[in-house]
């Protein structure tokens, strides 16, 4: 694969996939759900979500360090492009160890009698969610920065 086609697939697998973490971020905060809709709503999510984004997130990590090597004559680009790599692998972490075994466990759940501490476990996930959109913005900011500003050959 060409440099130009490798970038141009990780920009558009990554905007879609830190479009998908905005998306949940602005629309799905879960606070004011009912413990029934929360769990039907989440559920549903875990199902179309929880393996496409974590392998997009792998393919991502995978095109930034492979255009990392490549940069060799633009030490900015490398750098900018190193640090984007630490953010996703960051967001992929928090995924796989914040937020996917609370997936895990509301996937077991019943909408009509969700257990005690439904609200804990949704406001952890919550925060986990956060924290990997701002590391999924951060690594998206720093991929458009080392992409879109190159050094002139």
Known sequence: MTA??????LLLVLA???GAMFGIWAGYNPATLSPGAFVEQHQNA??????LLPVMGAVCILLTIALAVMAKGDTRARYLLAASA??????GLVTRFG??????VVMTWSPQSPP???????DTWWQWHVVRTLAG???LAL???????RKPR
């Open 116 to 122: 005690a501490n439904w609200m804990a476990l949704r």
């Open 143 to 149: 991929t458009l920065l080392a992409l879109l500003v």
């Open 16 to 18: 879609l996939l830190v």
């Open 4 to 9: 130009g086609v490798i970038r141009f697939v």
């Open 86 to 91: 630490v953010c996703l692998i960051a967001a």
């Open 137 to 139: 913005f951060a690594g």
């Open 46 to 51: 875990v199902r179309g979500l929880n393996v």
């Open 99 to 104: 937020n996917q075994p609370i997936n895990a």
